[in-house]
């Protein structure tokens, strides 16, 4: 059996799984104190002995198996983690191989493996729903390079009506600072889900996520570009990104797809909200085959 944990912001999700993918136990942990959240997670897998572990989880984080504080958690704003090292934690109590990587770049990589990500070469993956992250995988690879990709901070040009500062605690109106699902509320003082479609908001945050998205094909070039996350359950949105990308992109990359509809290229992620579980499956597999 190979183990998979989604280790998110909220909530743990742990799976043991058989050799054909089939989920033979699961569990969903609160994210609460280390102790307390990981002493449920390590029950779990020793009820459910697993060759190995593989882990997408939320940062930010080392993921550099060459660096001796691989798996620890860094400057996150959830305070009780900030410094808090999951792998050596599991592999203290479980004694068995173990990969990590970040929470989307794993959901990038299950997409890449079973969602609209089969047959490519690259898969872009962003999230945008409490923060703003992405994820890139090329052939089969993960990406990361001094540290992981931290995306959902590149600087976006505001419209010029819109006076909103942002809320990203580090750079203010950042692309996170201004369409994460707490910015919208900061701005409006109301939950996006209980927005109308037609409400100004929807082509302020499309023009930033389309301003975001050419930033993101003008430098990895992805062959597809998927959007999950809470805000992104916003269905309405996506034709909205799809004409920001083009207007924003204005003509310049000039390739049959980017100068299509756009609807196969930019859309919501094919495995929904189990792209990342099934992304650490590979994680573990991986990691047991190199073991």
């Known amino acids: 059996m190979y183990g998979a944990i989604e280790a ?11 050799e054909e993918m089939n989920i033979l136990d699961q569990i969903t942990v609160a994210t609460l104190e280390p102790k307390q959240t990981m002493k449920e997670v390590i029950e779990f897998f020793k009820k459910n002995p697993v060759k190995a572990i593989g882990i997408g989880a939320f ?10 504080n691989y798996g620890q958690i860094l400057n996150t704003p959830k305070l009780a983690w900030r410094w808090f090292n999951m792998y050596k934690e599991l592999s203290a109590a479980l004694n068995i191989p173990i990969k990590i990587d970040t929470d989307v770049n794993a959901a990038g990589l299950g997409e890449y493996k079973e969602g609209h990500g089969v047959g490519k070469r690259s ?5 945008i729903g409490t923060g703003v992250g992405a994820g890139f995988v090329l052939e089969g690879e ?3 390079g001094l540290t992981h990709p931290e995306m959902g901070h590149i600087l976006i ?23 994460s699902g707490p910015a919208i509320e900061a ?3 109301i939950k996006g889900h209980e927005l109308g479609e037609d409400h100004v908001i929807w082509d302020h945050v499309a023009d930033y996520i389309g301003q975001a998205l050419m930033t993101y094909n003008l430098i990895l070039s992805p062959e597809i570009i998927l959007i999950g996350g809470g805000v992104a359950q916003q269905a309405h949105l996506f034709p909205k990104i799809r004409a920001a990308f083009k207007k924003h992109m204005n003509g310049y990359i000039d390739h049959e797809i980017i100068k299509g509809d756009l609807e196969e290229y930019i859309q919501y992620p094919k495995l929904g909200q189990k792209a990342g579980l ?6 573990a597999k991986e990691i047991a085959q190199q073991s």
Do not use: M, W
């Open 8 to 18: 998110g912001g909220t909530k743990f999700v742990c799976a043991a799984v058989d």
């Open 59 to 68: 940062g930010p984080i080392e993921i550099s198996p060459t660096k001796e």
């Open 123 to 127: 898969v872009l993956y962003i999230t």
């Open 142 to 144: 993960t990406l990361f």
């Open 157 to 179: 040009r505001q419209k010029e009506d819109d006076v909103f500062k942002g809320n990203c605690p580090t750079h203010n109106n950042c692309l996170e600072g201004l369409v």
């Open 187 to 189: 701005r409006l003082g």
């Open 278 to 283: 099934i992304g650490a499956i590979y994680l």
